[in-house]
């Protein structure tokens, strides 16, 4: 355990894991980091662990990460920033942050929720065979860059609406699921602004004033409306779709003429 009022904190490790019990540093700033090991909560639960203004966390050695053991590693922060090996990060912050460009060795997964909002970086990612998974647990998600992977599924999840203003693409088998109205209240609106691209299944939850853009799927398609509004899916958006598309509605759903589904 450490605290410092509200100076800077900077602990290293180079040999075995980093297990965090309380590190405290106001807002002043945080910097771990574990050359040989992995970072990592000492219990499961979700209090927070590492509370500072910025925090650095470093676990890039061979097969290393952040948060892959004893549950997410859990902090109350402004930003955070990662650089994690292979195995990895799963961070979860208490209340809301901005995620800095993170760094995650190839083949290595990304997981970062808030229970308030996150903020994405202003960067295009991509994770070949490693996935994405972002959460504002009581607020808006919003992409701030490209998200690409290949085979790796990408998630992203929202309490009070989502808008795409990047593309976002798995370019073999990963699937993506966007959800923008997680608390299932009708309103996270779902604006598309981009165009998604899923090589695999594509999964889309959505509020009112929702507008579903372009899209196309390597698999099967599932749309959940979590509103009373009637729906027109038009002719583009079947289109685009290789498989099957389920699309479920409180409301009326109306097909444009001169498709044929499946």
């Given at each position: 355990?450490?605290?410092?009022?509200?100076?800077?904190i900077?602990?290293a490790?180079?040999?075995?894991?980093?297990l965090?019990?309380?590190?405290?540093?106001?807002?002043?700033t945080?910097?771990l980091?574990?050359?040989?090991?992995?970072?990592?909560?000492?219990?499961?639960?979700?209090?927070?662990d590492?509370?500072?203004?910025?925090?650095?966390?470093?676990?890039?050695?061979s097969?290393?990460g952040?948060?892959?053991?004893?549950?997410?590693?859990?902090?109350?922060?402004?930003?955070?920033?990662?650089?994690?090996?292979?195995g990895?990060?799963?961070?979860?912050?208490?209340?809301?942050?901005?995620?800095?460009?993170?760094?995650?060795?190839?083949?290595?997964?990304l997981?970062v929720?808030a229970?308030?909002v996150?903020?994405?970086p202003?960067?295009?990612?991509?994770?070949?065979?490693?996935?994405l998974?972002?959460?504002?647990?009581?607020?808006?998600?919003?992409?701030?860059?490209?998200?690409?992977?290949?085979?790796?599924?990408?998630?992203?999840?929202?309490?009070?609406?989502m808008?795409?203003?990047?593309?976002?693409?798995?370019?073999?088998?990963?699937?993506?699921?966007?959800?923008?109205?997680?608390?299932?209240?009708?309103?996270?609106?779902?604006?598309?602004?981009?165009t998604?691209s899923?090589?695999?299944?594509?999964?889309?939850?959505?509020g009112?004033?929702?507008?579903?853009?372009?899209?196309?799927?390597?698999?099967?398609?599932?749309i959940?409306?979590?509103?009373?509004?009637?729906?027109?899916?038009?002719?583009?958006?079947?289109?685009?779709?290789?498989?099957?598309?389920?699309y479920?509605?409180?409301?009326?759903?109306?097909?444009?003429?001169n498709?044929?589904?499946?």
């Amino acid at each position: 355990n450490s605290s410092s009022g509200n100076g800077d904190i900077t602990l290293a490790n180079t040999t075995g894991n980093m297990l965090i019990g309380t590190v405290n540093a106001g807002t002043g700033t945080v910097t771990l980091t574990s050359t040989a090991g992995d970072i990592n909560d000492n219990a499961d639960d979700a209090t927070a662990d590492i509370t500072g203004g910025t925090l650095n966390l470093t676990a890039n050695g061979s097969g290393k990460g952040i948060g892959i053991a004893n549950g997410s590693l859990d902090t109350d922060a402004t930003t955070i920033n990662i650089n994690a090996g292979t195995g990895g990060a799963n961070v979860h912050d208490v209340g809301s942050v901005t995620l800095g460009t993170p760094t995650v060795a190839a083949g290595g997964s990304l997981t970062v929720s808030a229970d308030t909002v996150l903020t994405l970086p202003a960067a295009n990612l991509s994770f070949g065979a490693g996935s994405l998974d972002f959460t504002s647990g009581n607020g808006a998600l919003n992409t701030a860059g490209t998200l690409t992977t290949s085979s790796g599924n990408i998630t992203l999840t929202a309490s009070n609406g989502m808008t795409i203003n990047h593309d976002i693409s798995t370019t073999t088998t990963g699937d993506i699921t966007l959800n923008a109205d997680s608390n299932t209240d009708g309103t996270g609106a779902f604006i598309n602004n981009a165009t998604v691209s899923s090589g695999g299944d594509l999964t889309i939850t959505h509020g009112s004033g929702s507008t579903l853009g372009t899209y196309s799927a390597g698999g099967t398609t599932t749309i959940n409306a979590t509103q009373a509004e009637d729906v027109v899916i038009s002719a583009e958006f079947i289109a685009a779709l290789n498989d099957d598309i389920t699309y479920t509605a409180l409301g009326h759903i109306t097909v444009q003429a001169n498709q044929t589904t499946s």
